[in-house]
């Protein structure tokens, strides 16, 4: 069992920035893949970064390349997404992920609680 513990959500306004970090308990995680969907009201769930924790390797969504930064800390068992230049349209609740086996998260095994973000115009 993995257990993911988010913080950092909160109101921005557009073009802020914020932080959210991930602590993930209970494995070893070389071989796991970690990072963050999102889910805006009514849509579905979107995988908008991943990084592997062993190799480093990075997925970003096209509409957050260049915005968004993920980074690991290894000592800390904490992954971070840094968000910046936010728009409105990144406005949803984002959640942790951790999958076994994978550079990219697809189907994640094991999820957070969610961190509302709200970006106002």
């Known amino acids: 069992q993995v257990q993911l513990v988010e913080s950092g959500g909160g109101l921005v306004q557009a073009g802020g920035s914020l932080r959210l970090s991930c602590v993930a308990s209970g494995r070893t995680l070389t071989n796991y893949a970690m990072g963050w969907f999102r889910q805006a009201p009514g849509k579905e769930r979107e995988n908008v970064v991943s990084?592997?924790?062993?190799?480093?390797?990075?997925y970003y969504e096209d509409s957050v390349k260049g915005r968004f930064t993920i980074s690991k800390d290894n000592a800390k068992n904490t992954v971070y997404l840094q968000m910046n230049s936010l728009k409105p349209e990144d406005t949803a609740v984002y959640y942790c992920a951790s999958q076994r086996g994978t550079d990219v998260l697809v189907a994640p095994d094991y999820w957070g609680q969610g961190t509302q973000v709200t970006v106002s115009s």
């Open positions: 990084i592997n924790w062993g190799s480093g390797y990075t």
